[in-house]
């Protein structure tokens, strides 16, 4: 079992920054990816990063170029570090763990993109 609790969301006006974390516990040792995904009001939850036990990174069309998805040498600790943003940005933003095909999820951190 792996838990994850994620900080970091809030108000920011477009163009501004923030940086989303998740930390996690448990069963870390056999996570194979971790990962960012958000879902906007009245939409599917959508993938915006991830990074793989070997420090590979993928990122959405819709990120890429501004937003980076990164880890502490523990490997506890996830980051999504998010610049420019857009008020198409705002959504829950989740935590996503995988081991093998079990995905684990926290609970979201809402982020708000608004003047």
């Known amino acids: 079992q792996v838990q994850l609790v994620e900080s970091g969301g809030g108000l920011v006006q477009p163009g501004g920054s923030l940086r989303l974390s998740c930390a996690a516990s448990?069963?870390?040792?056999?996570?194979?990816?971790m990962g960012w995904y958000r879902q906007a009001p009245g939409k599917q939850r959508e993938l915006v990063a991830t990074i793989t036990s070997d420090g590979r990174t993928n990122y959405a069309y819709s990120g890429q170029g501004r937003f980076t998805i990164s880890r502490d040498n523990a490997k506890t600790t996830v980051f999504l570090q998010m610049n420019s943003l857009k008020p198409e940005d705002t959504a829950v933003y989740y935590c996503?763990?995988?081991?093998?095909?079990?995905?684990?999820w926290g609970k979201g951190t809402l982020v708000t993109v608004s003047a």
């Open positions: 996503n763990a995988q081991i093998k095909l079990i995905n684990f």
């Open positions: 448990g069963t870390i040792s056999r996570i194979n990816v």
